[in-house]
């Protein structure tokens, strides 16, 4: 079974630009949740996507948002990108929302100069 | 808030040295713990979970048990390997919504 993708896997933008990032979950899952990697705060959760449905947020800005498909594949975007957005995020997705395991992604590398 | 707190790194330790990486947690009600590992240039995966107070996860020779009583769920192997390097989180999820919180990540190299 093929597991988490996310792409791009790099990517590097300049500020005051916009960025789309993609996940597709592993077959049969529809949970989708996003994180914020960075050496200082560790993972940071930013929304999960249930069913095309944002079920949780995280503590983030309004710049971030997401949307999740009927085939469960999910984007997230940020716009006017500042410098502190440098960061790997991390798509995770599992069986359902409230299930034990959370399967993760190798993540999107995303520098912004 | 619900918070993990684990201890920072990093931490350089000998092939088969005793290895424990402290966690404690801040949360209402009563959560499932976890510990996740991301090895160099991998995605996070699941070392092993506990899901109610007393339980013991474990995996790969690695082993915590959940402890209501002092809210920490710390990792511990009796004897290491090289290929332990990696990063270790400590997370927790309430069991009301699928949040996860996680910790800081411990940086773990294994020297021969």
């Known amino acids: 079974k093929a597991g988490v993708t996310q792409t791009p896997r790099y990517l590097i933008k300049t500020r005051g630009q916009q960025v789309t990032l993609s996940c597709s979950p592993i077959s049969g899952h529809r949970s989708v949740s996003w994180y914020q990697q960075t050496p200082g705060q560790g993972l940071q959760f930013l929304f999960e996507y249930f069913s095309e449905t944002q079920r949780n947020k995280g503590n983030f800005p309004g710049r971030f948002s997401g949307r999740q498909f009927s085939n469960s594949r999910s984007e997230m975007n940020v716009s006017t990108l500042e410098l502190g957005d440098s960061a790997l995020y991390l798509c995770a997705s599992s069986h359902y929302s409230g299930s034990d395991e959370q399967f993760f992604g190798p993540g999107t590398r995303l520098t912004v100069l | 808030g619900d918070s993990v707190t684990q201890m920072e790194g990093p931490v350089t330790l000998s092939e088969e040295a005793f290895l424990t990486i402290n966690c404690t947690y801040t949360a209402t009600g009563y959560p499932s713990l976890f510990w996740y590992v991301q090895y160099p240039g991998e995605g996070l995966q699941l070392l092993l979970k506990?899901?109610?107070?007393?339980d013991k996860g474990s995996n790969k020779g690695f082993e915590a048990t959940y402890r209501k009583e002092t809210t920490s769920f710390h990792l511990e192997k009796g004897s290491v390997q090289v290929s332990d390097s990696a990063v270790y989180f400590c997370?927790?999820?309430?069991?009301?919504?699928?949040?996860?919180?996680f910790g800081t990540g411990t940086s773990l190299t294994v020297i021969p």
């Open positions: 506990a899901t109610k107070a007393d």
């Open positions: 997370a927790l999820r309430l069991n009301t919504g699928n949040q996860f919180y």
